[in-house]
Nanobody, 121 residues
Framework: QVQLVESGGGLVQAGGSLRLSCAASGTIFRINDMAWYRQPLGRQRDLVAAITSGGSTNYADSVKGRFTIFRDNAKKTVYLQMNSLKPEDTAVYYC???????????????WGQGTQVTVSS
């Protein structure tokens, strides 16, 4: 079993910053890609940013230049630094990790429980 635990969400004023963290634990041989998604109330869940095990990143156009994804492989943790936050960034943020639990097993996707980010105007 693999668990992803997120932290760092909260209420912030427009223009402010937050840092989200997502720590993986359990039976883990290797973590491949890690990513952050977000889901505004009543809308679909969309990709915000992703990072490979080698550190290559990609971002949604709406967050480029404001958000930074990075990871600490030794700690099995992925982070999302969010700067210049806007009210439209308000959503539940979820982390996802592609995990190989045993060397001979294939990879499976795991999701965190979500953390609320609210940006007030």
């Amino acid at each position: 079993q693999v668990q992803l635990v997120e932290s760092g969400g909260g209420l912030v004023q427009a223009g402010g910053s937050l840092r989200l963290s997502c720590a993986a634990s359990g039976t883990i041989f290797r973590i491949n890609d890690m990513a952050w998604y977000r889901q505004p109330l009543g809308r679909q869940r969309d990709l915000v940013a992703a990072i490979t095990s080698g550190g290559s990143t990609n971002y949604a156009d709406s967050v480029k230049g404001r958000f930074t994804i990075f990871r600490d492989n030794a700690k099995k943790t992925v982070y999302l630094q969010m700067n210049s936050l806007k009210p439209e960034d308000t959503a539940v943020y979820y982390c996802k990790a592609e995990v190989v639990s045993k060397p001979i097993w294939g990879a499976s996707d795991y999701w965190g429980q979500g953390t609320q980010v609210t940006v007030s105007s």
